[in-house]
Nanobody
Framework: QVQLVESGGGSVQAGGSLRLSCEASGRTFSFYRMGWFRQAPGKEREFVAAIYWSGGSPYYADSVKGRFTISRDNAKNMVYLQMNSLKPEDTAVYYC??????????????????WGQGTQVTVSS
């Protein structure tokens, strides 16, 4: 079993910062890739960022590139999303996701088998 628990969401003004955390438990030794997705009201869930569990260069959606940073701490089984220069359009529920199998795409929701419950991020103008 794999469990993912997000935390760190909240309300912030435009231009501010938040750091999301995702605590993983279970078969973490089998993780291949971790991702962050988000879903704004009335919209489909979309890819934000992803990173290999073993390290390497991360991958970002164009909308967050240069503002968000994904990182992981394998020793603590944690994945983070540092969000700077936040904009009202970043308002969404943010989800942590995990993929165990090698391959798949960085950004396709269907390529991640495990999901957290989500954490709300609200950015006011």
């Amino acid at each position: 079993q794999v469990q993912l628990v997000e935390s760190g969401g909240g309300s912030v003004q435009a231009g501010g910062s938040l750091r999301l955390s995702c605590e993983a438990s279970g078969r973490t030794f089998s993780f291949y890739r971790m991702g962050w997705f988000r879903q704004a009201p009335g919209k489909e869930r979309e890819f934000v960022a992803a990173i290999y569990w073993s390290g390497g260069s991360p991958y970002y959606a164009d909308s967050v590139k240069g503002r968000f940073t994904i990182s992981r701490d394998n020793a603590k089984n944690m994945v983070y999303l540092q969000m700077n220069s936040l904009k009202p359009e970043d308002t969404a529920v943010y989800y942590c996701a995990a993929r165990l199998r090698v391959g798949g795409s960085w950004y396709e929701e269907r390529d991640y088998a495990y999901w957290g419950q989500g954490t709300q991020v609200t950015v006011s103008s």
